[in-house]
């Protein structure tokens, strides 16, 4: 069974830093693919960053490239990490924790098709 326990939502201002934990646990074959996704108040859930656990490449949205760096500790729990940089108010939200079995293509070229477990979300308030 997977379980995701996020730590680290707080208020800062804006031009701060915050850094997010997801405690990861359960089945590898059921968390190759782990990310973190926001949602604020109206509107809809969009994803921030994500990795595949078997490779070495991140991907981030365009609103935080170059201000979020997303990292993954190995051991028992895994951990992972979204360290927020140059905080703006548009970041505030509730910050979700995600993991999800990996899909493969013909030529064994993994992807991330979607998130099957989600952590209880951490909220982050940034106020100028």
């Known amino acids: 069974q997977v379980h995701l326990v996020e730590s680290g939502g707080d208020s800062v201002q804006t031009g701060g830093s915050l850094r997010l934990s997801c405690a990861v646990s359960?089945?590898?074959?059921?968390?190759?693919?782990l990310g973190w996704f926001r949602q604020a108040p109206g509107k809809e859930r969009e994803a921030v960053a994500s990795l595949y656990t078997g490779g070495t490449t991140t991907v981030y949205s365009l609103a935080v490239e170059g201000r979020f760096s997303l990292s993954r500790e190995e051991g028992a729990p895994n951990t992972l990490t979204l360290e927020i940089n140059n905080t703006k108010k548009d970041d505030s939200a509730v910050y979700y924790c995600a993991a999800g079995p990996a899909g493969y293509t013909r030529r064994y070229t993994p992807y991330c098709p979607s998130y099957t477990y989600w952590g209880q979300g951490s909220q982050v308030t940034v106020s100028s």
């Open positions: 359960g089945p590898t074959t059921t968390t190759e693919c």
